[in-house]
């Protein structure tokens, strides 16, 4: 799995809005706290759910968890689903809290 910065991350959706930032986090999580552009979904539903809400394969991808991990693992499950534009964002929601990003609840 592709994993960027949370500037190349800034980069790429400034250049291309249609990027969906996807939030794999937990629920509780995502309550607490996210990205203002994210959309959620979870670790546990995103195989189930991914097609469903984008069923065009050539739909690009940051995923962001907690600190990085489990977006890369969600990010494989993805490409083995047939998504080829899939990044993952090294550091996660911790990173990108501490570079600025914009958040809500």
């Known amino acids: 799995v592709n ?3 949370v500037a190349e991350a800034r980069g790429k959706i400034a250049a291309n809005p249609k990027i969906v930032l996807l939030d794999v986090r ?15 979904l979870g670790k546990g539903i995103l195989e189930r759910d991914l097609e469903k809400l984008y069923p065009d394969p050539n739909t ?9 991990f489990r977006s890369a693992l969600t990010g494989d ?14 550091g996660g929601y ?6 600025g990003w914009p958040m809500t609840k």
Request: hydrophobic residues 45%; negative net charge.
């Open 3 to 5: 994993e960027i910065s």
């Open 94 to 99: 911790k990173g990108m809290v501490a570079a």
């Open 77 to 90: 499950a993805a490409q083995k689903m047939g998504y080829a534009k899939v990044h993952s964002l090294i």
């Open 26 to 40: 937990e629920d509780h999580e995502w309550q607490a706290g996210h990205a203002v552009e994210a959309v959620h």
């Open 60 to 68: 690009e991808f940051i995923m962001y968890c907690g600190g990085g």
